[in-house]
């Protein structure tokens, strides 16, 4: 079992910028990949970016490449969202999730545990 709680949403204006934390507890954290989803009001949860279990690669949605970096420090069973640039649309609440497996993917169905969930809001 994993407990996810994320962290540092919050309101920043357009072109602001933010950094989320997801401390992580239970299982071995080294190995899984972990991701990072956001959800709109009314619109179905999608990705952002995974990260590999020992940071060495990483994936983003076309949306957020070049303003999003995703992070972990492994002795601190801790994953990253830096999030630059901030735009309206990013508005949403961001969930990090742990996977089954290794490798980063955008198929929320590879992530087994989920967090509660940060809010984030950006205006314009």
């Known amino acids: 079992q994993v407990h996810l709680v994320e962290s540092g949403g919050g309101l920043v204006q357009a072109g602001g910028s933010l950094r989320l934390s997801c401390a992580a507890s239970?299982?071995?954290?080294?190995?899984?990949?972990m991701g990072w989803f956001r959800q709109a009001p009314g619109k179905e949860r999608e990705f952002v970016g995974a990260i590999d279990g020992y940071g060495g690669s990483r994936y983003y949605a076309d949306s957020v490449k070049g303003r999003f970096t995703i992070s972990r420090d492994n002795a601190k069973k801790t994953v990253y969202l830096q999030m630059n640039s901030l735009k309206p649309e990013d508005t949403a609440v961001y969930y990090c999730?742990?996977?089954?497996?290794?490798?980063?993917?955008?198929?929320?169905?590879?992530?087994?545990?989920w967090g509660q969930g940060t809010q984030v809001t950006v205006s314009s």
């Open positions: 999730a742990a996977g089954s497996h290794s490798i980063p993917t955008n198929y929320a169905t590879d992530y087994a545990f």
């Open positions: 239970g299982r071995t954290f080294s190995y899984y990949a």
